[in-house]
């Protein structure tokens, strides 16, 4: 049973214009939520995190919102630069240690120049 | 600046065959853990370790053993393979209990016939 959800596995944006992805969690205890992105052949990189505190927490062009009582986070990069076009994973942890992350399935994004 | 190192990158075996995947890491991580990716699923975790002589299973332990002998090394073991361990694995590190900013190797693609 998977914990946290990203629907909408693809997105197409312009270079520009504002990509936002969606990610849903079921488990009320989450102490930290995040946002890692991936590119082909390569590991995971962090990208940012907010606390379950918080309801939104910004680094330059990355912005994640966190609504609690829907059990609902987005990530909004603004603009959507070609760099971008990666795969990006919503994650969760607090359940069992601060390390141990509950993933979703990840959302494809493509920026298109 | 290596990071977390995993090797090999790619593996072929046959069912039944055992195998090690080797990760390491220079940055003094006390924590590290063991992930695999599988299309449309996401990044599962395996096992953990909290420190040198410590280790924990994950969500999927299954098939796999591990070992902490030192702060740098968390070597993965699969037994017996079987097909449905064909998968993409990744190691992560951490300094602590942190707020699950984990830091990736670039994984290792493992093909079991």
């Known amino acids: 049973d998977q914990q946290v959800k990203q629907n909408s596995p693809s997105l197409s944006v312009q270079e520009g214009r504002i990509s936002i992805l969606n990610c849903d969690y079921t488990n009320s205890m989450f102490d930290y939520f995040l946002w890692y992105k991936k590119y082909p052949a390569e590991g995971p990189t962090f990208l940012i995190s907010?606390?379950?505190?918080?309801d939104k927490n910004e680094d330059g062009r990355f912005t994640v919102f966190l609504n609690k009582s829907a059990k609902h986070l987005s990530l909004h990069i603004v603009p959507s630069q070609p760099g971008d076009s990666a795969v990006y994973f919503c994650a969760a942890s607090g359940i069992g240690g601060n390390n141990r992350l509950a993933f979703g399935k990840g959302n494809q994004v493509v920026v298109i120049p | 600046n290596a990071g977390v190192t995993q090797t090999p990158k790619f593996q072929v075996l046959k069912t039944g065959q055992s195998m090690t995947l080797q990760c390491a890491q220079d940055?003094?991580?006390?924590?590290m853990s063991w992930y695999r990716q599988d299309p449309g699923m996401g990044l599962r975790l395996i096992h953990y370790?909290?420190?040198?002589?410590?280790?924990d299973q994950g969500e999927v332990p299954n098939g796999y053993n591990v070992s902490r002998s030192t702060t740098e090394d968390f070597p993965l073991r699969l037994l017996s393979a079987a097909p449905s361990q064909t998968s993409v694995y990744f190691c992560?590190?951490?300094?602590?209990?942190?707020?699950?900013?984990?830091?990736f190797g670039e994984g290792s693609r493992l093909t079991v016939l």
């Open positions: 907010i606390s379950s505190i918080k």
């Open positions: 940055m003094n991580h006390e924590y």
């Open positions: 992560a590190s951490s300094l602590g209990e942190g707020t699950g900013e984990l830091f």
């Open positions: 370790s909290v420190g040198a002589g410590i280790t």
